[in-house]
């Protein structure tokens, strides 16, 4: 099972950035799915962005969509997500995930196999 390791988040205001980052450790990298989630006391968990560590497909909520990036290095099995024109609405707890199918973060599709970070926050001041 791969191990995620997150760092980044913090406090920024709104138009602000913030970069994400997740390090794999094990598992299958360079053939499986990773992207982040995102989840508040108030919302559902909710899906991203994610991207296909083997082709490199990128997938995006579309309530990201242009705002946010998905990118990785593939030489430090690193996943990051770049945050750029923060809103006070993406404000949330940010969970780095692996193995699950990419588009879940498009559809909002359950799944149930899946390594989860231990979660980093973000927040968003206007």
């Known amino acids: 099972r791969v191990q995620l390791a997150e760092s980044g988040g913090g406090s920024v205001q709104a138009g602000g950035s913030v970069r994400l980052s997740c390090e794999a450790a094990?598992?299958?990298?360079?053939?499986?799915?990773m992207g982040w989630f995102r989840q508040t006391p108030e919302k559902e968990r909710e899906g991203v962005a994610a991207?296909?560590?083997?082709?490199?497909?990128?997938y995006y909520a579309d309530s990201v969509k242009g705002r946010f990036t998905i990118s990785q290095t593939t030489a430090n099995r690193t996943v990051f997500l770049q945050m750029n024109s923060l809103k006070p609405e993406d404000t949330a707890m940010y969970y780095c995930?692996?193995?699950?199918?990419?588009?879940?973060?498009?559809?909002?599709?359950?799944?149930?196999?899946?390594?989860w970070g231990q979660g980093t926050q973000v927040t968003v001041s206007s």
């Open positions: 995930a692996a193995d699950f199918p990419c588009r879940a973060v498009v559809t909002g599709a359950s799944f149930r196999l899946a390594s």
């Open positions: 991207i296909h560590t083997g082709s490199g497909v990128t």
């Open positions: 094990g598992g299958n990298y360079g053939a499986n799915c």
